[in-house]
Every structure is written in C-alpha cells, then in structure tokens.
C-alpha cells in the first residue's frame, strides 16, 4: 500500500515539537508582547525572552564586539552604513 505524501511527512514535519523547537506561533509570542503590552511603553533598550527581562551575557553588552559584528554584517551584505 503507498502513503500519500501528506502522511508520509507528517511525523518529520512535527519534530519542532517534539525535540523542543517553539512552533512559530511560541516564537512570536515575546515580540507580540513587547510590541503591545502597555506597561513596557517606558522600556528601552532591555532583552526579553519567554516575555519576560532576561539576563544578557557581558559578551552581549560589549560595545566593541557588537561594532565589529555590525561592521562584518554590512561587508558580508556589501552595504556601507554611515
């Protein structure tokens, strides 16, 4: 008996959810937040996961590496910001 292909992919298909992966929906859920949630109408500038502030390495506040991942970005883009 032959498997349609709907059904033959099916179980590949939900392996996100299985092996811990956030569907796209779960993945949004903390940009939707901060996009609407009045109460951060007066936060700028923090990191949030799972809706809530989240702890940011000192390598993720470290001014001269963010400048040079900027500067590889743009040169891999072959775009020049000013």
Do not use: H
């Amino acid at each position: 008996m032959r498997q349609s292909r709907q059904t033959a992919c099916t179980p590949a298909l939900s392996i996100p959810s299985w092996c811990g992966t956030p569907t796209p929906r779960e993945g949004a859920q903390t940009s939707i937040y901060c996009a609407v949630a009045e109460e951060l109408d007066s936060v700028t500038g923090q990191y949030f996961s799972d809706c809530k502030p989240a702890y940011v390495s000192p390598r993720g506040r470290d001014d001269a590496t963010a400048k040079q991942l900027w500067n590889v970005s743009c040169e891999l883009l072959g775009i020049q910001w000013d």
